[in-house]
């Protein structure tokens, strides 16, 4: 292993190690933090590790961000936390976490000190040193600003500030960063979300830039109701792990082996806000619905669902290889057949159209068989997932909208929107459409 210049590495498999190796991960995922004083760090950072993988051992660094990293009861956890456990430990590595000021995390990767920080935004400054993973998260920023009485004048202020107003942001954020490409100078930075939500309620900071669900678990802490703030939102931002090129020159398989297992390791959807919701319905879904019943789209079905019929086991083995392909990124000969057929290039034709705002669109039959589809889907039988219910006659004038989830294939954050395809003849479900919707891209503000 490599050296590091403040022996840094020296800490964690020497000292550390000594105090936390033993001590194994909790139920929940959590990890025991040593103390300052243990690891011989600056006293404003704190560490642990886990797993036993040392030869390709790195140290990574990450700030504390509720509820993606919290401490609780000296523990580190939260859902960033658990789903890096959980993939390390598939791939069998085992790591360091230093937790430090988010833009030492960041000059720490770029001087070579550590191996990666977490979570940041994709940022072409970080492009230049390091190497971004899979999304683990995805934030919502919103504008945040002091809700006023009626009867106060400025009431009428506006929820979101324009004219490259006075801002405030966390000191180090990936807010605060993107706040400067957007070309706004006055940043007030907040050394934390409590200092930065205390000063929009004093009326000190108008207007501020935040994640939402952090901002909420900051208001609750301070005691603070929603009633108290105006929220508008702004956009979606992917969150990843930056690793050290450095590193990866010395392990180049890891990030691809992470890359693989972080899907399997997401533990719970995004809901959809009502808002979210209701502007699907109002922008996405009557385009859905239009192609749904658009009579090119049902003779392509027509003709594939004229073709060969698998019973219960061929299809049951026939899903099994294309799943084991598609996570060796190959492709199965089932699946590279469906992708050559006048269907599959139709929804391809419909996704290239969608500007961005759709990263995948597939049909399946009333078995649950995907018959047609833009690109690989992640399996083949839909049967068991509640998407297929769409194929029952009592679904026909409904849609299925999922909840926010981040697909490995597209690299996209996607809520599927599942309709049933009404036989014109009939007026019964001859099959089903599902499309990926991007949500970063299809609700944008400007979108």
């Not at 000191?171 to 939500?197: C, H, K, M, Q, T």
């Not at 890359?259 to 919701?277: A, G, I, K, Q, S």
């Not at 049933?420 to 990926?436: E, H, Q, W, Y």
Request: aromatic content about 8%.
């Amino acid at each position: 292993m490599r050296s590091k210049d403040i022996g840094l590495r020296d800490v964690f498999m020497r000292g550390l190690l000594t105090v936390l190796l033993g001590c194994g991960v909790g139920a929940t995922g959590e990890i025991p933090v040593a103390s300052a004083q243990d690891l011989a760090l600056p006293v404003e950072e704190v560490g642990q590790t886990i797993g036993d993988g040392m030869d390709t051992f790195l140290i990574l660094q990450t700030n504390l961000q509720p509820p993606y990293q919290e401490l609780q009861d000296g523990m580190l956890s939260g859902y960033s936390i658990a789903v890096l456990n959980c993939a390390f430990d598939r791939i069998g590595i085992g790591y360091g976490l230093a937790v430090a000021p988010r833009q030492r995390n960041r000059e720490m990767v770029r001087s070579g000190r550590a191996d990666g920080f977490f979570l940041a935004r994709l940022s072409p400054f970080m492009d230049e040193y390091a190497v971004p993973s899979y999304p683990l998260a995805l934030e919502k920023w919103v504008w945040i600003s002091k809700r006023f009485s009626e009867s106060d004048p400025r009431s009428g202020l506006q929820t979101k500030p324009v004219n490259m107003s006075a801002v405030g942001a966390i000191l180090g954020s990936n807010e605060a960063e993107w706040l400067l490409e957007e070309g706004y100078a006055d940043i007030n930075r907040a050394p934390s979300f409590s200092s930065l939500v205390s000063q929009v309620m004093a009326g000190h900071v108008e207007y501020a830039l935040v994640d939402k669900q952090s901002f909420e678990a900051a208001r609750n802490e301070l005691g603070l109701g929603s009633e108290n703030f105006e929220l508008r939102f702004e956009r979606y931002a992917p969150l990843v792990v930056y690793f050290s090129k450095v590193y990866l020159q010395k392990f180049p398989n890891m990030l691809n082996d992470l890359n693989d297992n972080l899907e399997f390791c997401e533990t719970v959807p995004m809901n959809l806000e009502p808002w979210e919701r209701a502007a699907i319905e109002r922008d996405q879904l009557p385009s859905i619905e239009k192609l749904a019943g658009a009579s090119e789209l049902i003779t392509k079905i027509r003709t594939e669902l004229d073709g060969a019929t698998y019973d219960t086991e061929t299809r049951k083995l026939l899903d099994v290889e294309w799943i084991a392909k598609v996570r060796n990124g190959d492709i199965s000969l089932a699946a590279s057949n469906i992708l050559e057929n006048d269907l599959s290039q139709y929804l391809r034709k419909f996704q290239q159209a969608s500007g961005g705002h759709v990263a995948e669109a597939f049909v399946f039959n009333l078995r649950g068989e995907v018959i047609g589809m833009n690109r690989v889907t992640s399996d083949f039988d839909q049967s068991d997932e509640t998407k297929f219910q769409m194929t029952d006659n009592l679904n026909r004038g409904h849609a299925q909208i999922d909840d926010i989830l981040f697909d490995g294939s597209t690299r996209s954050f996607l809520s599927q929107i599942t309709v049933p395809v009404i036989d014109p003849d009939t007026g019964n479900a001859m099959a089903a459409l599902t499309v990926g919707l991007d949500v970063s891209a299809a609700l944008r503000p400007e979108s």
